[in-house]
């Protein structure tokens, strides 16, 4: 059984920068995607990012150029690097892990942004 631990969430003025941490346990296939998934109050689940084991990278419009995902493959674990944030970037943030047909979900850490 695989298992997400996300850390580092929390509460910072917008225009400054936060760093999510997703640890992986279990049997994790070599081939994977890891990522960062948002959802804010009353909106659908959206992608943040995305870095595939072999590094291939995605990142959505509204956090390029802010925003950077990374990986350490010995520890399973991905980080989301956040900076510049903006009130628009309030949400829970939850972590990802994609395994061909399996998909796994941490428990969800929450990002707020004042203003």
């Known amino acids: 059984q695989v298992q997400l631990v996300e850390s580092g969430g929390g509460l910072v003025q917008a225009g400054g920068s936060l760093r999510l941490s997703c640890a992986a346990s279990g049997s994790i296939f070599s081939f994977n995607i890891m990522g960062w998934y948002r959802q804010a109050p009353g909106k659908q689940r959206e992608l943040v990012a995305t870095?595939?084991?072999?590094?291939?990278?995605t990142y959505a419009d509204s956090v390029k150029g802010r925003f950077t995902i990374s990986r350490e493959d010995a520890k399973n674990t991905v980080h989301l690097q956040m900076n510049s944030l903006t009130p628009e970037d309030t949400a829970v943030y939850y972590c990802?892990?994609?395994?061909?047909?399996?998909?796994?979900w941490g428990q969800g850490t929450q990002v707020t942004v004042s203003s």
């Open positions: 990802n892990l994609g395994v061909f047909q399996d998909n796994y």
């Open positions: 870095i595939t084991s072999l590094g291939r990278i």
